[in-house]
């Protein structure tokens, strides 16, 4: 694993934890962890449980005991450590967004074809798309249950940037960030979108904005729980993304990502209408799906809420029994099944880098109309 | 119509509206109001538009051009005024409780039994059976949506004695009220049980309490928004009921009638269970019932909203578009329409005074059982 | 009133009921319906409760006797009729939307300012602010409960569209209806906005589209509940509306107005998202008002449902005890008693046709920005 | 660990990952789990990552290298292991029920308090209780937020008995199972009960009963999955309890324990009301907390949902950022975090074996009342 912030917490309990619950076809050894600095390396990897930390990360990828590469690093360094690891052979999960760039995307995603030849295996870690209700959404939609896809509307929302006052932490420079709402939680909803319907955006217009765009400094050396100063500096990514896209089918889907949505903490909310019914989904409440089926009679219409606990929803048998609630790292556990059973069968595990590459040309799109006045623009 | 308070208002609400949206078999007109002042009543008539304002009850009742008499006083003098309106061969509406006492609703239902004989039809108010939405559960039960009836759980919960320096109105005062929560608003819990499951509460076990028992007294003249004083005297009725129930087909239903649910402003809920499906409603969304379908695919089981307001649902048709909300004083219309309607046809509309002579049997029969350390008594 | 469809009932039971409950500074009598046909304008009367019927609205608008003229004819008539009440001296209460053009809208607006500076009132049908939910959302904004509005979503859902053999009703064909479902349920939408923020909506970029153009023609002669012959006929207005707009302030909004959101039926919702805290508000629920209070401590912070029926909410306390329902009509008995109040004291009431002007010229520029590949374009 | 089922896989996972997520006090190593059967224990200790597998508990309890002995059997065998346990000098962490009698508690807890005289710690697995939502409701109450406990609402709902032809697992056999819904998930909501309101319920009246007495035998060595055979067998456990309880402040608290309540996975709720505020949990939305404040402006009082995910919620900030939700074996890491901490620094860890012996005491006071006709009855 290369990288350990946030998300290599996230990625090391999925490590750790899908052996314990699924019945992986090959076993699973939490070998190397990379970072630049030794020291905080080597406390990374006591606390989440790997047997070596290293601080070269192209070591690593030359040794012939690592079979599989895990990126979690920011999305700057994707590129090279990806399109390295897989012209070493080994298989790669690479945390979203793909790349900061849609070059760099593309030049990973080439990069993975050539390796797919050669049966290596890589994904991009949109893990929300293995969240139990969410894979099963998708399992309705495609067995017909909602009929066709008239309308989607899909939504991320945070309020960390309510308050005006919010520190100006590196999340919100561009250079260290790379994006700001449209590309950290944005992609998640078009990710979604495009996994559900199982088409894609094919043409956006939309507006991309900052909506406070001076924040108070934080002090030298201090992190994201500083004091501020009394000095402001300008915010140089977006905080509220709202745009259209056009799917595959001529469907609209309504799309929004915004961090000024005030009391919504983590609201990653999709709502897919359909000729015979409708998915409604929301991040908050995980464990639930509401399905509305509309062939039943018409006195006994409504949404009605599945707990999507039962032995028969995806991943859920590997679990604890009917009604008992999942959380946020299961999905992570999840994704290292599927990648693993992938790789010992030798087939594409989802969303490819092309996936990845699809989003990243979505985000792009949505920029350049919001650049040229919300025009609609063809994706890449 | 006999009385002005609150359910005066409600029952005018009725008799106005219903001839405006229902297609009725017999002209309504709102004849008289009567009451014991005068002013107050003369007040009344004109407020709620009734043409004429009378004192003595005896007098209208003997009228030739009066053919309904609706009964809104307290219950200390339903008796008296129905016995003598049944006999003198009107047709009687009477708002619930049916009476203060057992002894008081058996002499009401007698005289209701020989009236019937004659064509003269009764009814008691217990409007919340005439929300759509538990006329529509009623049904489903019927119809086997449900299957068997497993368990009941009947609550209806307010909060307005949770302060414990809110005043000791008349609502607190035996001698004045009759009966607290178990009385006012256990008793609806108890009829909506009933009319739900088709099934009667043949045992019962239980406790019933007053949970503040002294409280400020209103100064000298002040009614209900009356400043406190500092002085404080007795609550004489109970506040929180709790009990168990045995019905017809040996199913437990439990309920709770309470003035100390805080946040509750108005909750009437009932919750059945069957061994096909469930029931679930709430006053206070009382445009709602949540239904349960347990032969769904297990991957689909989920309690769905249903929002009753199609064309097809109970009474509804009469009224707005789907999607268009009802109120409290809609069910005193739908009551007025199954009255009219009864009369015209000559059937037995309900709920019957027998069924409201049940309900005080049940009351009484609670109030026993904590009389005797919850020990378990047949109703009546 | 001219005019007695499903508009004509709504605002009759706003007249009947207003006065039952409020105290209004003036007599209301219901005096004359207008209508084309003799004989359903003459049923109308006795069924709304109408003292007259006639059939030519030029000789009721030239009496004497009448003071108030309510008009609730489909869009294309209102600005003839309206502008000649308002020259006839008549205070006047015009369903929305004001006109079908922006052109007539101007006019109306124009004939209502000349006829208030000789103090006759006229007023716009925008019925939902006046749910109590509504209105103290706005109080709620206006005193700052939220802070400032950083951002707003609104939207209005229907799905009676969402079956594709759902039959080509005159409501689908621009020539009768005037609009499509932009025009109808996203100008409630616009205008809750407007209200409840305060602030006008200045610039908007947007997408109109028709997604089922074709449906099955209806039987001559047969109405909505027709049974759909084989053919099909081109649907001529808009199903689905997807819009962005600034406000004055130059926070951004989402709007959308759609008839193909499966399972929803009658969903017009907005939240305000503000520094110190939102506000949601659902039409299916409209009892309720969330709130979120950004300023409570860390641990405490969550969306509160409020159940708008306390005795100092507004309108509330005319009607019934704490938690106790109010439905779809009761907005209309608010509207009669604002504009009654309006007029006996001389004041604008809200919205004013100038209001209602400013919402058609919102909607004419999406409909244009639609039509310029979602270009953004000023607002009148 | 002694015991590898359900539990053993929740307590497994406890001790797996605490220490990944928070700072312990001291390491800890997963070092042996027995077993009666040696081929299955290997495999249990493979797959949940337990160093060694043995057979005879009293050889492991007898080596010095083990310090912490978590017993997961079933309750029958709770008193032998815990006391041997304790006498031996080894912490104990013993699952719910303590035992399945009074007896075999009431030895438990005596041995406990023997132990705890020479610094050795014991307690008892009511996981709930560290639910981030549970602990901070037991917070504000102590805080004084909801004011005085005025009355409690507690049950533990599920459905899986509701099928008549669910078929007679060993679960619903008394000899085996020890005891029904009432012992099982009813003992959760008295231990809840007595956490959050710091009370001990100390009378109690209920009836205990079986809905279904005769279920479909197992066809032989055939297993939970196994086909029900066409003879039918008796339950002889209770599968409903229904009770009232007075806990020490004189307030009532009401309990159902069932598994007929269709629709309802694993609801256990409670809402506690206080003459201040009031509290509302349920187990299906375990990451979410309903807080009502009395003392809001009247206008302004409604149901919080709180998302119990914020930094200063209880537990939170050892996991994930707000908004991402925890799930069921959470707890059991929680559970882990308290007991190595109460060993480390010497202090009493809750529940302790006095607390579990109380609930014993409450559940059998519940059976002999309900055998004596609901009578009241003092615990213990």
């Given at each position: 694993m290369i990288g350990h912030g946030f998300m290599g917490a996230a990625h090391s309990?999925?490590?750790?934890?899908?052996?314990?619950?699924?019945?992986?076809?090959?076993?699973?050894?939490?070998?190397?962890?990379?970072?630049?600095?030794?020291?905080?390396?080597?406390?990374?990897?006591?606390?989440?449980?790997?047997?070596?930390?290293?601080?070269?990360?192209?070591?690593?990828?030359?040794?012939?005991?690592i079979d599989i590469v895990d990126i979690v690093t920011p999305g700057d360094s994707h590129a090279e450590i990806a399109i390295a690891a897989l012209e070493a052979g080994k298989h790669v999960m690479c945390e979203k967004p793909l790349a900061n760039t849609v070059a760099e995307a593309e030049a990973m995603t080439a990069a993975a074809e050539r390796a797919a030849a050669q049966g290596v295996r890589s994904m991009v870690?949109?893990?929300?798309?293995?969240?139990?209700?969410a894979t099963f959404a998708r399992d309705l939609?495609?067995?017909?249950?909602?009929?066709?896809?008239?309308?989607?509307?899909?939504?991320?929302?945070?309020?960390?940037?309510?308050?005006?006052?919010a520190p100006l932490t590196w999340r919100l420079q561009k250079e260290r960030a790379g994006s700001g709402a449209?590309?950290?939680?944005?992609?998640?909803?078009?990710?979604?979108?495009?996994?559900?319907?199982?088409?894609?955006?094919?043409?956006?217009?939309?507006?991309?904005?900052?909506?406070?765009?001076?924040?108070?400094?934080?002090?030298?050396g201090i992190g994201l729980s500083g004091t501020a100063s009394a000095e402001r500096g300008a915010v140089t990514v977006d905080d509220l993304a709202l745009f259209t896209g056009r799917l595959e089918s001529g469907a609209l889907a309504s799309f929004e990502a915004s961090r000024f949505?005030?009391?919504?903490?983590?609201?990653?909310?999709?709502?897919?209408?359909?000729?015979?019914g409708a998915l409604s989904f929301d991040l908050e409440r995980m464990n639930e799906l509401e399905f509305y089926d509309a062939t039943a009679a018409e006195t006994e219409l409504g949404f009605r809420r599945i707990l999507v606990t039962e032995h028969d929803h995806p991943y859920v048998s590997a679990w604890w029994p009917t009604g008992h609630m999942l959380g946020y790292e299961h999905g992570f556990s999840?994704?290292?099944v599927?990648?693993?059973a992938a790789i010992a069968d030798g087939s594409q595990?989802?969303?490819?880098?092309?996936?990845?590459?699809?989003v990243q040309r979505v985000l792009d799109a949505v920029q350049q109309s919001s650049a040229q006045g919300s025009a609609w623009l063809d994706v890449g």
């Open positions: 309990q999925g490590w750790r934890v899908a052996p314990r619950f699924f019945d992986l076809p090959a076993a699973v050894e939490m070998a190397v962890v990379v970072g630049r600095s030794e020291e905080s390396t080597r406390a990374a990897a006591e606390k989440w449980g790997w047997a070596e930390a290293a601080t070269d990360w192209r070591e690593v990828i030359a040794r012939d005991d870690g949109f893990t929300y798309r293995r969240v139990p209700a939609v495609a067995a017909g249950r909602i009929g066709e896809v008239r309308q989607v509307r899909a939504e991320y929302l945070q309020d960390w940037l309510s308050d005006a006052d449209l590309g950290d939680i944005g992609a998640h909803a078009i990710d979604l979108t495009e996994f559900i319907t199982g088409e894609h955006v094919t043409r956006v217009s939309g507006v991309v904005e900052t909506i406070v765009t001076e924040r108070p400094l934080l002090g030298e949505r005030t009391g919504r903490k983590n609201a990653l909310r999709i709502e897919v209408s359909g000729s015979a999840h994704q290292v599927d990648f693993v595990p989802h969303p490819s880098f092309a996936e990845g590459l699809h």
